[in-house]
């Protein structure tokens, strides 16, 4: 079993930045082939936005974060990052960490990401 916390998120203006991570205790994310970052928007189904492989560095982004979204690994410390740039109202969510495919007992609480205009 895998907790995640995920921490970072708040209240910025359209066109900044925030800086999310996600801390892993228990089992690490080595067991996971690939982790990645998801998002809830209000009214809308959770998506994931980026995914890396945890034992190299490819990475997946959907359409709408990418060019403004990075997201990186500390295997040491066994924690997922998201550095979100050039932020946009629609990116308002709450973000959660999770294996890819999601495990379903491993969601968080998430961290709520509000970008205002």
């Known amino acids: 079993q895998v907790q995640l916390v995920e921490s970072g998120g708040g209240l910025v203006q359209a066109g900044g930045s925030l800086r999310l991570s996600c801390a892993a205790s228990?089992?690490?994310?080595?067991?996971?082939?690939?982790v990645g970052w998801y998002r809830r928007a209000p009214g809308k189904e959770r998506e994931i936005v980026a995914r890396?492989?945890?034992?190299?560095?490819?990475?997946y982004y959907a359409d709408s974060v990418k060019g403004r979204f990075t997201i990186s690994k500390d295997n040491a410390k066994n924690t997922l990052y998201l550095q979100m740039n050039s932020l946009k109202p629609e990116d308002t969510a709450i973000y959660y960490c999770?294996?890819?495919?999601?495990?379903?007992?491993?969601w968080g609480q998430g961290t709520q990401v509000t970008v205002s205009s």
């Open positions: 999770n294996s890819v495919p999601a495990k379903r007992d491993y």
């Open positions: 228990g089992r690490t994310f080595s067991f996971y082939d690939m």
């Open positions: 890396i492989r945890w034992g190299g560095d490819t990475t």
